[in-house]
């Protein structure tokens, strides 16, 4: 049996404080709404509890936020498409931010199991004046349990990502578990099978010097990195500035990833970092 899994989520300001309505249909939903940083944020936990996502399965998450809200969403957990028997294993978000509006999307890894077909897709719609930052973080099988996303007796393997900032950024790449070349390649991944992205962007450009000065912040800690022979970063538009990083485990990879968010966070927003607490239970 498949699963259509939706979540709806608006956010608007109340005075002083981002308050938050949603609505799930299906096992998607919201586990918990904190304010760790007082009133003006609200952090979201989301949580899908059958624990993973098979071949036919569909969720979708809609995120609204309006005028001067700000909201951080993240998960307790990896998000996991397990084994198709042929099907494609689907989760769409699109997020819409008014102006002034701040996101920060801050999932935890994806693993693609064996044998998974999935489709992995974002949207983000800013409004000039609206910011964001987000990462996505994919982990391609489990090689330290000789469950390799590659294996030769698992030659079905597909997974699609793609991210969209309409008009500023579309990135969309399929990953084959038969493709060694790419997986291999020092033009791809490299033998590695965890890779990060890490953005800020913006609905109105950025000056050349802010860029300038986010991206010399993204170097001054990946340079400096266990993972600097593997990580980079750049401002593919004045809109958006990206970090990249691969890694043979996740752990490492979202230490620099989470160093850099909050090097941004202070130097974009004037606020310090505040990981969500569920990162630590």
Not at 41 to 53: D, E, F
């Amino acid at each position: 049996m498949s699963w259509h899994g939706h979540l709806s989520l608006d956010y608007r300001r109340d005075g002083a404080r981002t308050i938050a309505h949603d609505r799930h249909h299906g096992p998607l939903r919201v586990l918990q709404r904190l304010y760790p940083e007082g009133d003006a944020i609200c952090h979201h936990v989301l949580v899908h509890p059958p624990g993973g996502i098979v071949g036919g399965d569909v969720l979708d998450i809609e995120a609204r936020l309006a005028p001067g809200s700000h909201a951080v969403i993240t998960t307790p957990g990896a998000t996991r498409f397990y084994r198709s028997a042929g099907a494609e294993a689907i989760q769409n978000l699109k997020a819409q931010l008014a102006e002034d509006a701040r996101l920060e999307w801050l999932p935890l890894e994806t693993i693609a199991y064996q044998d998974s077909i999935a489709l992995n897709k974002m949207r983000f719609e800013l409004a000039p004046g609206a910011e964001m930052m987000g990462w996505d973080v994919v982990a391609l099988g489990l090689p330290a349990a000789d469950q390799a996303f590659d294996a030769d007796s698992h030659p079905n393997g597909r997974f699609t990502q793609e991210i969209e900032l309409p008009a500023i950024w579309l990135e969309r790449g399929t990953v084959h578990s038969t493709d060694k070349l790419l997986l291999d390649s020092p033009l791809g991944w490299a033998g590695h099978r965890v890779m990060g992205t890490l953005w800020l962007a913006s609905g109105t450009a950025m000056s050349r010097t802010r860029r300038e000065s986010l991206l010399e912040s993204a170097r001054s800690l990946h340079t400096t990195h266990t993972l600097a022979a593997t990580s980079g970063s750049s401002s593919p538009h004045e809109q958006v500035v990206v970090v990249r990083v691969l890694s043979t485990k996740v752990e490492p990879l979202m230490h620099l990833l989470t160093q850099i968010w909050g090097a941004w966070r202070q130097e974009a927003w004037q606020l310090p970092p505040c990981p969500p607490r569920i990162w630590r239970m």
